[in-house]
Structures are given as structure tokens and as C-alpha cells.
């Protein structure tokens, strides 16, 4: 943002291997997208969903982690309030 006045969205401008980021262990999948509004991304909300073959796949209490610019957690699944 410091130098570009903008978000990126592309992990691999971030210096990850892939976009998604796949976690080291292999559990989670890790994408970025924009938010705001008009051709610069001002903010961003991060998400990590479990990769399928993994067997965090099969946690149904905390299933998405989901991590906004503005420091918001939020997440899915039935306990989603405790998840972080």
C-alpha cells in the first residue's frame, strides 16, 4: 500500500509460490480480493479454506478464516464466534 497506493491481490506479487497460497502443511488454501471501490483496491479481505484433501476439510466448527485490512476476523461454520 506504502508504495503502490494500492492492494494487491495476486499472492505471487507477495512473493508466495501460487495464488492461491497453498499453507506449508498443506491445510489451507489462501486468496486475497479487493474491496472498495473503482480501480484501486483500498482494502482487502484474506480467506483461508481448507484444502480438501486435507483433514481440516472435515472440521465442520471453524471452516473458513476470514481476515479484512481493517483487522476484522470473521469465519464460517458452527461455532464460527470462537474460531479465533
Known amino acids: 500500500m506504502l508504495d ?3 492492494y494487491t491481490i495476486d499472492m505471487t506479487a507477495l512473493g508466495f509460490a501460487a495464488d492461491p497460497y497453498i ?4 491445510h489451507y488454501s489462501v486468496d486475497a480480493v479487493a474491496c472498495g471501490t473503482g480501480t ?6 484474506l480467506t483461508a479454506t481448507p484444502v480438501s484433501s486435507s483433514p481440516q476439510s472435515k472440521d465442520t466448527k471453524c471452516t473458513t478464516l476470514i481476515l479484512d485490512s481493517f ?3 470473521t469465519a ?3 461455532t464460527s464466534t470462537e474460531c479465533w
Open 4 to 6: 503502490r497506493s494500492t
Open 23 to 26: 499453507s506449508p502443511e498443506g
Open 40 to 45: 484501486i483496491a483500498t482494502c482487502y479481505v
Open 71 to 73: 483487522g476484522a476476523k
Open 76 to 78: 464460517t461454520g458452527s
